[in-house]
Nanobody, 115 residues
């Protein structure tokens, strides 16, 4: 059974920073990519950033230049450093792991940015 444990969400003022972590454990066959998505109230879930096992990175347009994704392959852990946070970054952030035959989602962690 695969488990994703997310941490690092919280409340921060605009302009501040937070760092999210997601550790994957269990039997994951051929892990391909790890990443972060977010969903704000009344909106669709959207890509924040993802990173493949080979190190290729993709960012959502709204976070480019402010967020940085990184990964520790040995620990199956992905990190999201979020700087210059804006109120519009407020959402539930979900970790996603893509493997050869399955995808897995974390339970989500709330990020709230006050103005």
């Amino acid at each position: 059974q695969v488990q994703l444990v997310e941490s690092g969400g919280g409340l921060v003022q605009a302009g501040g920073s937070l760092r999210l972590s997601c550790a994957a454990s269990g039997s994951i066959f051929r892990l391909i990519a790890m990443g972060w998505y977010r969903q704000a109230p009344g909106k669709q879930r959207e890509l924040v950033a993802d990173i493949t096992s080979g190190g290729s990175i993709d960012y959502g347009d709204s976070v480019k230049g402010r967020f940085t994704i990184s990964r520790d392959n040995a620990k199956n852990t992905v990190y999201l450093q979020m700087n210059s946070l804006k109120p519009e970054d407020t959402a539930v952030y979900f970790c996603k792991v893509v493997a050869a035959f399955n995808s897995y989602w974390g339970q989500g962690t709330q990020v709230t940015v006050s103005s």
